[in-house]
């Protein structure tokens, strides 16, 4: 069966990718047709998801400029094309009050959730998309605007990404479409710490009545991937069951934010690049 989403044939990049929702958006390409080469710090994850899902893989740090431009000239050597990059890789801290935040951690936020995504699409646009065209699709978060307890060098870099995205979509158009996908609570390890003792709370007070699945977000970054979303650039699609209308839904207070004052990520860094 010929997949309906135009993509067959097509290369992807995924950062982020050894689990959560850059797994799932690399095994959703790949059912859609695509080749897909993914990248992620730890290298044993990335050899699972290349063997798993008929991928390739290439470990290392997007906050690495080399490491980028290495994933660029494997895709091209191994595919011949660039026609996709899903941003995904991502980073929580700093977590807790900005005041607090250490500059040097501040900074890596920066480099990890905002510099690497525009170096990446730099390393594609320079490779293949400036003659060819594509497609860009980075995830953003359902936060990014507004504000949150302890999460602010996240929610400020991610905002940074959402206005990046816009930016980009003006200024690669019409060769190349850029959009974004900001999803709400999503069953992922970087999110664990708010939703492992309260999700029932938590899917209580959404609209739809769940916390989101990696798969959720992947229909979503590939259908903007995807020719069914050709006349669609700078935009930015909220997947998040409802966080955004919640106050008309139910009165109760915001539960991520209960979970978000009295819960930290682990001691280990639950970052997802």
């Not at 660039?82 to 900074?107: C, Q, S």
């Not at 979509?169 to 999803?183: D, F, H, I, T």
């Not at 998040?240 to 209960?258: C, I, K, L, P, S």
Request: charged share 20%; hydrophobic share 45%.
């Amino acid at each position: 069966m010929t997949s309906p989403y135009g993509l067959t044939g097509r290369a992807a990049i995924v950062t982020g990718a050894s689990r959560g929702i850059g797994r799932a958006v690399t095994e959703a390409l790949v059912r859609a047709g695509a080749r897909v080469c993914v990248t992620a710090r730890d290298p044993g994850g990335v050899s699972q998801v290349a063997e798993e899902l008929g991928a390739v893989g290439l470990a290392g740090s997007v906050a690495e400029p080399a490491h980028l431009r290495a994933l660029t000239e494997l895709t091209l050597c191994e595919f011949g094309r660039i026609d996709v990059v899903v941003n995904n890789a991502a980073t929580n801290e700093p977590y807790g009050p900005l005041m607090d935040a250490d500059p040097d951690r501040w900074r890596e936020a920066f480099t990890v959730n905002v510099e690497a995504p525009l170096r990446l699409v730099q390393c594609a646009w320079r490779a293949w998309m400036g003659e060819h065209g594509g497609a860009v699709v980075n995830v953003c978060t359902e936060g990014a605007t507004h504000v949150g307890p302890n999460v602010g060098a996240y929610g400020t870099s991610k905002a940074a990404l959402l206005h990046l995205t816009q930016q980009l979509a003006g200024e690669l158009a019409p060769k190349v479409r850029v959009n974004s996908v900001s999803p709400g609570l999503v069953r992922t390890e970087m999110a664990r710490f708010v939703w492992e003792r309260g999700e029932d709370e938590v899917a209580a007070g959404l609209p739809l009545g769940r916390i989101g699945e990696p798969e959720d977000i992947a229909r979503a970054v590939v259908w903007l991937a995807s020719d069914a979303a050709e006349w669609i650039t700078g935009a930015d699609l909220l997947v998040d069951g409802g966080t955004r209308v919640r106050a008309a839904h139910t009165a109760t207070a915001y539960a991520v934010h209960e979970r978000l004052r009295s819960q930290a990520p682990p001691d280990a860094d639950s970052s997802a690049y």
